[in-house]
T-cell receptor, first 116, second 112 residues
Framework: AQSVAQPEDQVNVAEGNPLTVKCTYS??????LFWYVQYPNRGLQFLLK??????LVKGSYGFEAEFNKSQTSFHLKKPSALVSDSALYFC??????????????FGRGTSLIVHP | KAGVTQTPRYLIKTRGQQVTLSCSPI?????VSWYQQTPGQGLQFLFE???????NKGNFPGRFSGRQFSNSRSEMNVSTLELGDSALYLC???????????FGDGTRLSIL
């Protein structure tokens, strides 16, 4: 079985400060991990993914995420937040050992609010 | 390439009616998935179609159904609408099982 948790419903950060949005996962094998962002009245947009390789993954809009196998985490980070980063962020996991199911499981989402 | 297109963007129906939502995936993507998004339940998986076959199904009642055509376009149908069906319905397509999903902007369905 695969599951993902985003422990914070909301994260508040001042513009220019670094931001972190947390994600932890549970899979039986090695995970495929994804981050998406959703702006109001829009669909989810893909930010970055981890399949294999370097634990630090760089994505769109200056975001990056670090895969930590021992802590089963995949936290999203950005060195300097912008007001325009304010949105809903989703972490997703897929367990490639899940047989015929190719469907990722999404977290409940974290609302990021960047204050000017 | 054009992105995932969902029509209509907004829909208002009354209880007991039925509705059909449409999704055109990115050209070349054969996998199409549907999700229901509500503030209380978050993002919930409805079903996935691949090459006109339903490959996976979420935990929704039989009132929710879908299909996929030979050109990969997909439709989902909800019959006997209930107030609780009010939600944003999202469609996503992807190139392969290890690739990210690309989402449309959704159809916001309101049930009166």
């Amino acid at each position: 079985a695969q599951s993902v948790a985003q422990p914070e419903d909301q994260v508040n950060v001042a513009e220019g400060n670094p931001l972190t949005v947390k994600c932890t996962y549970s899979v039986s094998g090695n995970p495929y991990l994804f981050w998406y962002v959703q702006y109001p009245n829009r669909g989810l947009q893909f930010l970055l993914k981890y399949i294999t390789g370097d634990n630090l993954v760089k994505g769109s809009y200056g975001f990056e995420a670090e895969f930590n196998k021992s802590q089963t985490s995949f936290h999203l980070k950005k060195p300097s937040a912008l007001v325009s980063d304010s949105a809903l962020y989703f972490c997703a996991v897929r367990d490639p050992a899940s047989g015929g199911s190719y469907i990722p499981t999404f977290g409940r989402g974290t609302s990021l609010i960047v204050h000017p | 390439k054009a992105g995932v297109t969902q029509t209509p963007r907004y829909l208002i129906k009354t209880r007991g009616q039925q509705v059909t939502l449409s999704c055109s995936p990115i050209s070349g993507h054969r996998s199409v998935s549907w999700y229901q998004q509500t503030p209380g339940q978050g993002l919930q998986f409805l079903f996935e179609y691949f090459s006109e076959t339903q490959r996976n199904k979420g935990n929704f009642p039989g009132r929710f159904s879908g299909r996929q055509f030979s050109n990969s376009r997909s439709e989902m149908n909800v019959s006997t609408l209930e107030l609780g069906d009010s939600a944003l319905y999202l469609c996503a397509s992807r190139e392969g099982p290890n690739q990210p999903q690309h989402f449309g902007d959704g159809t916001r369905l309101s049930i009166l």
